[in-house]
Every structure is written in structure tokens, then in C-alpha cells.
């Protein structure tokens, strides 16, 4: 309906940025962000080239802009304007929510899920931010209730998140039940059963979790469910390999902008694993321009510079 409206009057701005803005919305449920992204960068530009006032727009085109891959700095400043300019709009808080996850802004990554809730009440998507970001604030009893809210609302993909407390706290039978019916993410509860009793128990072995990934990653339907695989490695604390599929995305798709950073947001939002006192966290922040943005805007909630270079714990 919305292409048909700008066929009809393609000078209409506002259709070509709301183009852009529900694309974003349902990017990682009903499309990847490789085949959203061209489309939101070639809508929001549309928009902007005829209306450059419209402030979500520049932000969507800055987002998905194909040769950005180290702008965060400039990001997070254009995402806080468009928020300035819609505090009511659900989708610019969407995007600041993943955008502050990401720069490790947990505090207000917080906020800004408690906002989506405010906007929609029964908003799984709000329930979830909030609980990523109640978990990377080593809040897990809260993270945890967040997540059944999201479950109880219809977000049945959230079980998996729910199920990885579970196996952090080292309740393995909760987190098998939580997974039991349709598989989430490509896990089902006889796979956590398998991972269970021949890796996470005492003598596991971290070989067979590798092969079992590769049986599985070949097998796997889109990118949720590849992904999905490699939240493996951070329960049993493997960032090494973590971070090689991390690496392995941006060498294939450097621009990938949504895809591999579903990964780094997953990371820190279970601190468990040690994922950002990895060495390789404060390099791709360097990489990617969020070095640039703490510097500018302040210390994140998740590293410091007390005295010479940044920790990251």
C-alpha cells in the first residue's frame, strides 16, 4: 500500500521516510539486515532529497549507509536529535535503545526500553531491549522477569534469551523446559539437552561443541538461527571463537551493519562470558568509531579511562 502511495505521488517525503522507518521496524524478524538495509539507505535518502528537514530520515540514511562502517560517533549524536525532535516516535526509540546496547550505554539503553513500553504497553520488542539491558547491568533476576513479560506478550522468540540465564545460573532443567515445543533461534530442547550433558557439565569438551555448530550452521535457515549457534560460545566462555564469527562477518560483508552487530549486542548484554574484557572488544570499538564516541560524549557503563588507555570490563 505504501509503494502504491508513492507511485501515486512520489514527491510525498514523509512516505519515503515512513518506507524507511517500517523496514528498520521489522528488520531480524522478517527480513535480515542485508536485504533491509538497501532499501531503508535508498528510501531514507528519497526522502531527504526532498525534504532535508526531516530529521528520522537523515538518521536511517546515516544507519544504513553502505560505505559508513565506523560512524557510531555521529550516529548516537543524529540518533539523539531524531529522538529530540519524535520523542513519541516508537521506531527512532527503537533504534537509540540497540544503538546505546551496542556503544555500551546500559543505563540509558534502560531507559530507553522503560520509553518503548511507555509508547506501546504491550510492545514485546520493549520488554526485550529492557531486558538486554537489565542483564548487561548484571541484573539478571530482572532481565529474566523482562523476558517472561516478552514471552507472555507473544514473543515466544524470547524464551531462548530467558533460557540463558537459566544456563548461566546453572539451571539446566528450567532452561530445557523454557525451550520445550518450536525450536527458538534453531536451539530446541533436545539440542540444550545434548549441549548439556557434553559441554557445559564437568569434562565437557569444547571440541565437540565445535563440531556440533558446524553440523548445525550448515543446516541453519537464515541468520538468526547461525547466530543463534555461536551464543554457545558465550556460555561455555570460548570468546576467542566468539569473536572469530564476529571477525568472519565484517571480512565477508564489512558493511553488514545489522547482522554482526546483533552479536556484539548479545555479548555485552550477558557480561557472564567475559565478552568485553576480551582484548578484541576495545579494538573493533576503536575500529567501528565507538572509541571516538566516549571520548566525546563520556565513559560508557561498560569501560573506563581512569589513567592512560581504556578498560573494558
Known amino acids: 500500500m505504501l509503494d502504491a502511495a508513492i507511485e501515486l505521488d512520489p514527491g510525498f517525503a514523509r512516505a519515503h521516510e515512513l518506507k524507511a522507518l517500517i523496514y528498520w521496524g521489522t528488520t531480524g524478524e522478517r527480513?535480515?539486515?542485508?536485504?533491509?538495509?538497501?532499501?531503508?539507505?535508498?528510501?531514507?535518502s528519497a526522502a531527504l532529497a526532498l525534504?532535508?528537514?526531516?530529521?528520522?530520515?537523515r538518521l536511517l540514511a546515516l544507519a544504513a549507509d553502505p560505505d559508513d562502517a565506523g560512524g557510531w560517533a555521529r550516529l548516537v549524536n543524529v540518533t539523539d536529535e531524531a529522538y529530540s525532535s519524535s520523542p513519541n516516535n516508537y521506531n527512532v526509540a527503537r533504534i537509540q535503545?540497540?544503538?546505546y546496547l551496542v556503544t555500551g550505554y546500559l543505563r540509558e539503553a534502560l531507559e530507553c526500553?522503560?520509553?518503548?513500553?511507555?509508547?506501546?504497553?504491550?510492545?514485546?520488542?520493549?520488554?526485550?531491549?529492557?531486558?538486554?539491558?537489565?542483564?548487561?547491568?548484571?541484573?539478571p533476576d530482572d532481565a529474566y522477569a523482562s523476558f517472561a513479560r516478552a514471552i507472555e506478550l507473544g514473543g515466544v522468540l524470547y524464551s531462548?534469551?530467558?533460557?540463558?540465564?537459566?544456563?548461566?545460573?546453572?539451571?539446566?532443567?528450567?532452561?530445557v523446559t523454557s525451550l520445550e515445543g518450536e525450536p527458538y533461534y534453531g536451539w530446541s530442547a533436545e539440542d540444550v539437552q545434548v549441549l548439556i550433558d557434553n559441554v557445559l557439565t564437568p569434562g565437557g569438551d569444547p571440541a565437540f561443541l565445535d563440531a556440533w555448530i558446524s553440523e548445525k550452521r550448515a543446516d541453519a535457515k537464515d541468520w538468526l538461527e547461525e547466530y543463534g549457534l555461536y551464543h554457545w560460545y558465550l556460555l561455555t566462555g570460548d570468546m576467542d571463537a566468539y569473536w572469530r564469527q564476529i571477525d568472519r562477518r565484517y571480512e565477508v560483508e564489512p558493511s553488514d551493519w545489522n547482522d554482526a552487530d546483533w552479536l556484539i549486542r548479545i555479548g555485552i548484554a550477558f557480561p557472564q562470558s567475559g565478552f568485553v574484557r576480551h582484548p578484541r572488544?576495545?579494538?573493533?570499538?576503536?575500529?567501528?568509531?565507538i572509541v571516538e564516541l566516549w571520548e566525546s560524549r563520556g565513559a560508557p557503563d561498560i569501560c573506563s579511562k581512569d589513567s592512560g588507555d581504556w578498560v573494558c570490563e
Open 31 to 44: 527480513i535480515s539486515g542485508a536485504e533491509a538495509r538497501p532499501i531503508i539507505f535508498e528510501s531514507a
Open 281 to 289: 572488544f576495545l579494538a573493533f570499538a576503536r575500529e567501528r568509531g
Open 160 to 175: 531462548w534469551d530467558r533460557a540463558v540465564i537459566d544456563l548461566f545460573r546453572g539451571d539446566y532443567a528450567a532452561a
Open 113 to 139: 526500553g522503560e520509553r518503548l513500553i511507555e509508547l506501546e504497553p504491550l510492545s514485546t520488542l520493549g520488554y526485550f531491549r529492557m531486558g538486554l539491558a537489565e542483564s548487561a547491568l548484571g541484573r
Open 51 to 57: 525534504d532535508p528537514s526531516l530529521v528520522v530520515a
Open 97 to 99: 535503545c540497540d544503538h
